[in-house]
């Protein structure tokens, strides 16, 4: 499965360092008279540090594996979702990533959704952790929550560095990136879109991209009338 060739490659990076550093540091070894144990410290700080670097992946791949793997025609077990919650939570956990580079800007309305509460926290934090890598030091990034028509919307605007037209209907593919030389700068694992993309499926909504580079984007998650509703207090 795809699940199972990507989580292979992830992990056979990491072997393939452990594997390399071993090497080069065996050869030093018979030079400077390292002893074994040195050694054997020496590769398990590297495996702890390859894992560490490659967890954000795994997690990601777990994540959308299950996604893809539910049965979308089984009975709906969704409940009533406080996304305003959600949005104001994912506002401050993006505040404290982009570690006061920008202007955070929310305009949050008191309206429920039915869904699934920890698929739709995550594809919120997908787009706004998004928005905290690819918009400049200095940049505003504008959380909404809200009635928009007969549904209900959220979105997440940036004044980033934007994405020409032809890269948008492929951002939501695996590991695509419109921009290789950045994401590498940036971090991210390339599988956040994919992720966003199954959960407002199995939630009713749709996603929305609008970009223009050098001024910006806005992604926008879309939930039908059926879904939302305003809170009752």
Same mark, same amino acid.
């Given at each position: ?5 990507? =989580?292979?490659?992830? +992990? ?10 071993? +090497? *080069?540091?065996e ?8 002893? #074994?144990?040195?050694l ?7 495996? +702890? ?5 490659? #967890? ?8 959308l ?5 539910? &049965? $979308? ?5 969704? $409940? ?26 929310? $305009? ?12 739709? /926290?995550?594809? =919120? ?25 007969m549904?209900a919307?959220?979105?997440? #605007? &940036? ?5 020409e ?8 593919? /695996? ?43 806005? *992604? ?12 009752? /207090?």
């Amino acid at each position: 499965s795809f699940f199972l060739l990507s =989580a292979w490659h992830s +992990f056979k990076i990491l072997w393939v360092n452990t594997i390399v550093y071993y +090497f *080069f540091t065996e050869r030093v070894n018979v030079f400077a008279g390292l002893n #074994a144990g040195m050694l054997c410290s020496g590769m398990i700080i590297v495996v +702890f540090l390859e894992g560490a670097a490659h #967890a954000p992946i795994v997690d990601d791949l777990l994540m959308l594996s299950g996604l893809e793997n539910r &049965d $979308e025609t089984q009975t709906d077990e969704s $409940e009533v979702v406080a996304m305003h919650r959600i949005a104001e939570d994912v506002v401050g956990e993006g505040e404290a990533l982009s570690l006061g580079r920008h202007t955070f800007v929310k $305009e949050i309305e008191d309206v429920l959704l039915l869904g699934h509460p920890d698929e739709l /926290r995550s594809a =919120a934090m997908n787009l706004v952790s998004n928005a905290v890598r690819y918009t400049p030091d200095g940049g505003t990034i504008t959380v909404r929550w809200g009635r928009s028509g007969m549904g209900a919307v959220f979105s997440v #605007a &940036d004044t980033g560095i934007g994405i020409e037209a032809k890269h948008i209907p492929r951002l939501t593919e /695996r590991f695509y990136r419109a921009d290789k030389g950045r994401s590498r700068q940036t971090g991210g694992t390339g599988l956040g879109l994919a992720i966003v993309k199954h959960v407002l499926r199995r939630n009713g909504g749709t996603l929305k991209i609008e970009s223009t580079p050098g001024v910006g984007s806005v *992604f926008s998650m879309h939930f039908p009338e059926e879904r939302t509703f305003s809170s009752l /207090r």
